[in-house]
């Protein structure tokens, strides 16, 4: 298509609506959905949304098909739409969480994930997924971290290019192969007080050094599009930040995809009191660099008045149709509209049995086991189980944006356990609901009772799907009341318990740890939930997940996370409760989580010895080597992932305790050894300066390996430049 040509003839209406994105219910008759306020706000006819490019939530490929038609059929040069869809962690075929994946520490696991996503998603005529998060986050009360791969931003970057990876292909030239799109951009993952939407306070220098890495290594792996978040900046919302939108994104970083607003961003603008009013939105988002407006038609309405008032150029909005139209091109959209959408493929491939084994091992692999005082895994010749709790036999374990996915899919933990056990006698009981706060337990005699006969209780607690996600912060983080009491219950009736604790984001355990002698934390597992706590539980899977975000011992310690600062006053040990005054400190709580990150363990017991570096100095031309052995001591088949982490003591700005720099997950089988060498250069020093710039700066540092941000064993060495 000469898109040069096609832009020319284009008329200005036909150009806004190309910039224009609404919910799919325009393109039907009975479009009355309020989803954001009654759709009639937007101010916009059905006939006008006809001339919009592009639509989000909408299902189904037959559904995309008849959508098209009709797009089509009322625009002048029949432009095809662009089909958009949050596919975050699966499509139909739903897999872990993302924060789950973050802790699977796997990124060819990650891609592997993302392509079967886009091929379920792509049949059903998705062209475009509002996908991967990157959002650094480190404060459990925001709900959205269950997005996010967690709080590490160099295992974001791999796992955020994996995502892409999986997505994208080879430049979008993969038959299946679909769009993505980088979000929130920038720091939404750090609102005050950890309430979505709420400010973002960051310096640029924490800003540059911690939250936009990540989505720097999406836009390095490729990624079509980004998203500016809801949220404001140093008081200038992102939808209009020109140093988020211009400066660091089309100058420094050299993006020339899309850049697709927030659902009605634009419009909030004048919530946040930046913006006058519905024009002067449009004027500020599309002047610091937004493209495509989503489901607010500010641009589309008021694009002509400014123009004509000289607010915006026709270069401005001929730059963003350009790029609109040059990805339709690369979809192949304007040679084939439908492009893959296929009823009949959707039918063979969503939940097909290799999507579900997928599925399941990457449950299998982002569940973390936290704590196993021997109990797990379970013998195989339980003949009496018990299956307590709220999520005992809960089909929604799916997650928040779970797309496409359905929980009547999701196989219940019961349904795991008695399908991988058939000959046992498998009973359940609920005992409480999961609602927060919950402190009724009506089924305590009928758990109790079931739990004394048992030879084994899977305990099944935590926080259910939809307490987690968009708009979903919490101010407590605690098991409810009545999971306590029926954990505390049936732990006093059976110590051969497990808890398998359900959650969109750390929770606060500390009272459950103090009592239960093994937890399994399986995050939302999705569709094949069930059956991968049932392999982890009974031995036929090994636990090797370890986890992307740390675990407060209590709310009050958010935002926590492992490379946190020394301050002027440590206090000596960060692992208790300090008594001496005038410490960073706190009265009634350790400094340090409950779990940190990177915790995470097997059924086997792995050693770490040889732990040798090449040199006591790295310089710009002679790189450090850092190896060390593993050895897996334990009897079962199983993968650890071995961290790198570094210190910089000494520099012209206070640096992290610890920074991760790499990692490798090893699989060994029983009694294996594998030698891990990994190779730090002086361009992993580098880090923004006092004065700006992005460098490293001589003297000393301590570099260490081991399982985690806790466990360490390390050296000095000096860079020397
Ligand atoms: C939502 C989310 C964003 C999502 C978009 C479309 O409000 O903030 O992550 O992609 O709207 O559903």
Not at 597 to 603: E, N
Request: charged share 25%.
């Amino acid at each position: 298509m000469d898109i040069q040509k096609l832009l020319s003839q284009m008329t200005l209406q036909e150009k806004l609506g190309q910039l224009t994105q609404v919910n799919a219910v325009f393109f039907k008759p009975d479009n009355t959905a309020d989803i954001t306020g009654p759709v009639s706000l937007l101010g916009i006819e059905e006939s006008d949304a006809l001339y919009c490019g592009s639509t989000l939530n909408f299902i189904g490929a037959k559904d995309m098909k008849k959508i098209q038609d009709i797009a089509m059929a009322a625009q002048p040069h029949g432009i095809p739409l662009l089909f958009m869809q949050d596919v975050i962690h699966g499509y139909r075929t739903i897999y872990p969480i993302p924060l789950g994946m973050g802790c699977t520490f796997d990124e060819e696991l990650v891609e592997e994930c993302a392509r079967m996503a886009g091929k379920e998603a792509a049949v059903s005529g998705v062209h475009v997924t509002f996908s991967p998060m990157l959002d650094l986050v480190r404060d459990a009360r925001w709900g959205r971290v269950m997005e996010s791969t967690g709080e590490d931003p160099f295992l974001n970057g791999r796992l955020g290019a994996a995502f892409v990876r999986g997505y994208q292909g080879d430049k979008l030239q993969g038959k299946y192969d679909i769009a993505a799109c980088v979000k929130h951009f920038a720091a939404y993952g750090a609102p005050e007080a950890g309430r979505d939407y709420n400010a973002v306070e960051l310096s640029e220098h924490t800003l540059r050094e911690s939250y936009l890495p990540g989505y720097r290594a999406c836009i390095d792996a490729g990624v079509e599009m980004i998203m500016p978040s809801f949220n404001t900046v140093g008081g200038v919302p992102s939808t209009c930040n020109r140093l988020l939108l211009d400066k660091i994104l089309r100058r420094e970083w050299a993006f020339d995809g899309i850049v697709i607003s927030d659902y009605n961003a634009y419009r909030e603008m004048v919530k946040h009191g930046v913006a006058e009013d519905d024009k002067h939105a449009a004027e500020l988002a599309i002047g610091a660099g937004c493209d495509i407006e989503m489901m607010s038609a500010t641009a589309y309405l008021h694009g002509e008045e400014l123009l004509a008032e000289g607010r915006l150029t026709m270069e401005q909005i001929d730059r963003a149709v350009l790029r609109v139209l040059e990805l339709k091109d690369r979809l192949g959209l304007f040679e084939n509209p439908y492009r893959v959408a296929n009823e009949q493929e959707e039918a063979e491939l969503h939940l097909c049995p290799a999507h579900r084994a997928l599925a399941r091992r990457a449950a299998e692999e982002a569940s973390v086991l936290l704590k196993n005082e021997n109990v797990l895994p379970f013998s195989k010749n339980a003949k009496k189980i018990a299956v307590i709790g709220p999520f005992a036999k809960e089909k929604g374990i799916k997650g928040f944006w779970a797309c496409a996915g359905r929980d009547e899919d999701c196989v219940t933990v019961l349904a795991g356990v008695r399908a991988l056990l058939p000959d046992a006698e498998v009973a359940s009981v609920k005992g409480c609901s999961w609602e927060i706060g919950e402190t009724e337990v009506p089924e305590l005699d009928e758990a109790i009772e079931l739990a004394s006969e048992a030879d084994a209780v899977v305990l099944c607690l935590g926080e259910y799907q939809e307490h987690s996600g968009e708009g979903n912060s919490r101010a407590t983080l605690t098991l409810s009341p009545a999971q306590m009491t029926l954990a505390r219950a049936v732990l006093k009736h059976n110590k051969n318990t497990a808890a398998v604790i359900f959650g969109g984001r750390p929770l606060v355990l500390t009272d459950l740890a103090e009592i239960a002698p093994a937890m399994l934390y399986v995050w939302q597992p999705g569709t094949e939930g069930g059956n991968a706590v049932a392999r982890l539980l009974f031995g036929d899977a090994n636990p090797s997940g370890k986890l992307s975000m740390s675990f407060p011992y209590a709310e009050g310690q958010c935002p926590i996370y492992y490379s946190r600062m020394n301050t002027g006053r440590p206090v000596e040990d960060p692992k208790v409760v300090s008594k001496r005054p005038y410490r960073s400190r706190y009265l009634d709580a350790p400094v340090l989580p409950l779990y940190p990150f990177g915790h995470g363990l097997s059924y086997n017991t792995y050693t770490y010895d040889n732990f040798t570096v090449s040199d006591d100095k790295i310089t710009p031309d002679t790189p450090l080597e850092i190896a060390v052995t593993v050895k897996n001591e334990g009897q079962y088949q199983g993968k650890e992932t071995v961290q790198l982490y570094i210190h910089d003591k000494f520099a012209s700005v206070a640096r992290p305790l610890l920074e991760l720099k790499d990692f490798v997950k090893l699989e060994l089988a029983p009694g294996e050894s594998a030698a891990v060498i990994f190779t730090l250069t002086e361009e992993d020093l580098r880090f923004h300066t006092l004065d700006g710039t992005f460098a490293s700066e001589r003297g000393e540092f301590e570099v260490f390996v081991g399982p985690n941000s806790d466990q360490l064993m390390g050296a000095t060495v000096y860079l020397e430049k």
